[in-house]
């Protein structure tokens, strides 16, 4: 069943909506021209803008020039405020709300000197477009000043699938915050799942993350990422096997799972049948009720293979 075709826009429509645009950024320049009364409608104005792909950078400059002339310094932030949270917003691509969000963070920082308040709306363009350099670089740069090594990692993590920066120097960066973490402050979850994507260019980060994450009593969260790094089939096999020893250590200690270590007992016996602690961990786990009689084959498969 076809749908109906798409009618095209008539001529005459699109005629009216492009006089609309003119006279729209004609009332504008007027206004920064002669006094801005009221900033809203001026932000509104460049938000439509923004919403046709047109982004004025020339505008945005003389808006900010035009508050600081007519002492309307507080009006625009807050305007800015509005047209962020505003119905508008939501109705951009999110290149444009990109767009919209620096400049508010340049106004507020450039000519307000309000850091903090720039730095939410930093954050904010990089929730919606992570890959965004500038945004990202500025932010990296004020926290490394604070030296705030949990939320520069916060950061790291917003950003590791699509790096704004070469990813092996990303991952060297985020190694060295995790070092320098403390058991005190411990870096939330969700932040230490979204930074495996950085482990492949430096497995070094995930034995960082697990530490932390023991350090933190959360052996649980260190097992899930060891877990989720083993899916990496482009790990060489000797990191392969030092991770699966790894979990058997902890389903056997500090987490408290030992069903959960089998399947790793498995497939490390199965590739080296005279593995001595890995047949240990065997052993121990024919004592399990759940996983007693994959254990105990586990074990015999093992022995039968070393007696070929």
């Known amino acids: 069943m076809s749908s109906d075709p798409v009618k095209p826009i008539p001529r005459s429509v699109l005629l009216a909506a492009e006089k609309v645009r003119i006279q729209r950024v004609q009332r504008l320049r007027k206004m920064l021209e002669v006094r801005?009364?009221?900033?809203?409608?001026?932000?509104?104005?460049?938000?439509?803008?923004?919403?046709?792909?047109?982004?004025?950078?020339?505008?945005?400059?003389?808006?900010?020039?035009?508050?600081?002339?007519?002492?309307?310094?507080?009006?625009?932030?807050?305007?800015?405020?509005?047209?962020?949270?505003?119905?508008?917003?939501?109705?951009?691509?999110p290149q444009a709300q990109a767009e919209m969000l620096m400049r508010a963070a340049d106004y507020f920082q450039g000519m307000l000197g309000d850091q903090a308040t720039a730095e939410t709306f930093l954050e904010r363009?990089?929730?919606?477009?992570?890959?965004?350099?500038?945004?990202?670089?500025?932010?990296?740069?004020?926290?490394e000043k604070l030296l705030d090594s949990n939320r520069l990692l916060e950061l790291y993590a917003k950003v590791a699938s699509v790096p704004p920066k070469p990813i092996a120097v990303l991952a060297n960066q985020a190694l060295l915050r995790v070092l320098q973490l403390s058991a005190k402050t411990p870096l939330s979850e969700e932040a230490c799942k979204r930074l495996l994507a950085l482990v492949p260019a430096n497995p070094r980060l995930l034995d960082a993350l697990e530490a932390h994450c023991r350090a933190t009593k959360r052996p649980g969260l260190a097992c899930a990422l060891i877990e989720q790094a083993l899916l990496d089939e482009s790990a060489p096999e000797p990191l392969v096997v030092q991770r699966r020893k790894q979990l058997l250590q902890l389903y056997m200690g500090e987490?408290?799972?030992?069903?959960?270590?089998?399947?790793?007992?498995?497939?490390?016996?199965?590739?080296?049948?005279?593995?001595?602690?890995?047949?240990?961990?065997?052993?121990?786990?024919?004592?399990?009720?759940?996983?007693?009689?994959?254990?105990?084959?586990?074990?015999?498969?093992?022995?039968?293979?070393?007696?070929?």
């Open 36 to 93: 801005l009364e009221d900033p809203i409608p001026a932000v509104d104005a460049l938000m439509a803008e923004l919403g046709e792909g047109a982004s004025h950078p020339e505008l945005w400059e003389k808006l900010h020039a035009a508050a600081a002339r007519d002492g309307k310094e507080a009006k625009l932030a807050e305007a800015y405020k509005m047209g962020a949270d505003g119905a508008r917003m939501r109705r951009l691509t």
């Open 125 to 143: 363009v990089v929730s919606i477009m992570p890959e965004h350099g500038e945004a990202f670089a500025r932010l990296e740069r004020r926290l």
């Open 255 to 308: 987490a408290a799972s030992p069903e959960l270590a089998m399947p790793h007992v498995e497939a490390l016996l199965e590739r080296d049948p005279g593995d001595a602690s890995v047949f240990e961990v065997g052993e121990k786990l024919v004592s399990v009720r759940t996983v007693a009689s994959r254990a105990a084959a586990a074990l015999r498969n093992a022995r039968r293979t070393r007696g070929h």
